[in-house]
């Protein structure tokens, strides 16, 4: 049955993608509100609880391939020569955004001081695929995009030693398993850049070589391996996915190119199918469990706590005021606090339910706001549609009184002026009362194209 409804929701999803393109309709929203609508709260087409294993599962590997193929869109050459940014949004937006949202969750929505500061760094990661128009908009100013990108791509991974260790603390555990913590972190790193490193070293050897029907199946090949050996070693998986993409963009520029557009239709696949599994979760019965302090606290969560965080992270930084506020709004929640908040209900602490409902509002929340105003934003930085369409036929119109028309004929002759000006002024040959004001209107028209 679930298989039944992603592949109906997917069509539906195909045969509106062009429309959703350039408007503010969303893909992800769609299979959000599918999902929503199909719940077992809802409708009861699909049956799916937070604790059912496909749930976990399916996010984290969504999450894996989301990750994988973003490090694939940067090498470690671009990180190197435009970190600034980015590493101020890293630095302290970070962690400004945690502390931002745990106050919030403290003294609005009611919760412990480690509960807060566990549901602001569950909800601090960004993730970039609900705003895609904003970052892969060539109009949009490149270092934005990049900003965006590396922000998203990173801070997942950044995000989970402070998960793990508050998420100890609220159990009220006296082992923070920090060496163990760290042990994951390194070995992650290790396995995403030197599983690549070997792949990439053994195709360039004589013996080894891609067909072309196969090369773009090199890439998934290293990320399933990455993907194996990081769940084989308990490392982390998300830093892995990153790292492993970095080490691809960085020393497989063939590999990458190869894998680029199939990676990303996979990745967009397991996105999808993540979403209308999570929006299962959520039904009627969830959503009025929360209190109004809860909607409140979503809402200050994403309007709030990321530009607060990012106004102060990028004072004097250069980023002009549009360039700010687009970074400043676009903080979308995405599957790195989807999986966090699992997280929360697997370790079973006191609060585990109220801190993953407030968590899921939020997230539903900004799926639904993010993706729905990416189109809008990325609009806002293309020069060419800074002049309305309307503009130059406004102008027309104003001129034509003054060019000695009397209005009975402007009337009549509208449309066979407007021909002519489509042929070069020949619409109405000899027609001197028309050729007057035709003549001006083309003179009008010339600056602007």
């Known amino acids: 049955m679930l298989l039944l409804c992603f592949a109906a929701v997917l069509l539906a999803a195909v045969l509106v993608s062009a429309l ?34 496909i749930v976990a599962q399916l996010a984290e590997l969504a999450l894996f391939a989301v990750l994988f193929t973003d490090g694939m869109r940067v090498g470690w050459a671009d990180l190197r ?26 003294y609005v929505a009611g919760l412990d001081w480690p509960e807060a500061l ?113 769940k084989a070693t308990h490392g982390n998986l998300f830093l892995a ?29 397991l996105k999808l199918a993540a979403l209308l599994v999570f929006g ?11 209190p109004w302090t809860g909607w409140v606290f979503a809402l200050l969560a994403i309007v709030v706590a990321r530009p607060v965080a990012l106004w102060v992270s990028f004072l ?8 700010q506020a687009a970074a400043m709004w676009f903080g979308p929640k995405g599957f790195a606090s989807v999986v966090y908040g699992l997280l929360v209900l697997e370790a079973g602490i006191g609060a585990a339910d109220e801190v993953f409902h407030l968590v899921a509002l939020t997230i539903v929340i900004s799926i639904l706001a993010h993706s729905s105003t990416d189109v809008v934003v990325a609009r806002a930085f293309d020069d060419s549609a800074e002049t309305p369409n309307w503009h130059g036929v406004l102008r027309r119109i104003r001129r034509a009184p003054r060019a000695g028309t009397v209005p009975g004929q402007r009337a009549a002759a509208g449309p066979s002026e407007a021909d002519g000006a489509r042929t070069g002024g020949q619409g109405r040959a000899g027609d001197g009362a028309a050729a007057v004001p035709h003549a001006g209107d083309q003179e009008v028209r010339r600056p602007q194209s």
Do not use: M, Q
């Open 316 to 323: 004097r930084s250069g980023l002009s005021l549009r360039e």
């Open 20 to 53: 959703a393109k350039r408007t503010i309709l969303s893909t992800a929203a769609l299979f959000l509100v599918a999902g929503f609508a199909l719940g077992e709260g809802t409708t009861g087409v699909l049956h799916l609880r937070a604790d059912s294993p």
């Open 81 to 106: 020569s435009a970190w600034r940014l980015p590493g101020r949004a890293l630095g302290w937006g970070l962690p400004l955004t945690l502390l931002v949202t745990a106050v919030l969750a403290h």
């Open 241 to 269: 996915a990153f790292a492993a993409g970095i080490t691809v963009a960085t020393f497989g520029a063939r590999e990458r190119a190869a894998f680029e557009h199939f990676g990303e239709n996979v990745a967009e696949l």
């Open 280 to 290: 299962a979760l959520i039904s009627p019965g969830f959503l009025g469990e929360i």
């Open 118 to 230: 566990l549901i602001g760094a569950i909800l601090a990661p960004t993730d970039p695929v609900f705003a895609a128009a904003l970052v892969g908009n060539d109009k949009v100013p490149a270092r934005l995009r990049h900003l965006l990108n590396v922000e998203s791509g990173v801070n997942d991974g950044l995000a989970l030693p402070f998960v793990v260790v508050l998420l100890a603390v609220a159990a009220g555990s006296d082992d923070l398993h920090l060496t163990e913590l760290a042990t994951e972190l390194g070995v992650g790193l290790a396995i995403g850049v030197l599983v690549p490193l070997l792949a990439i070293a053994l195709e360039r050897t004589r013996f080894f070589a891609a067909s072309a029907a196969y090369a773009p199946l090199n890439g998934v090949a290293i990320g399933l391996l990455v993907l194996a050996l990081g």
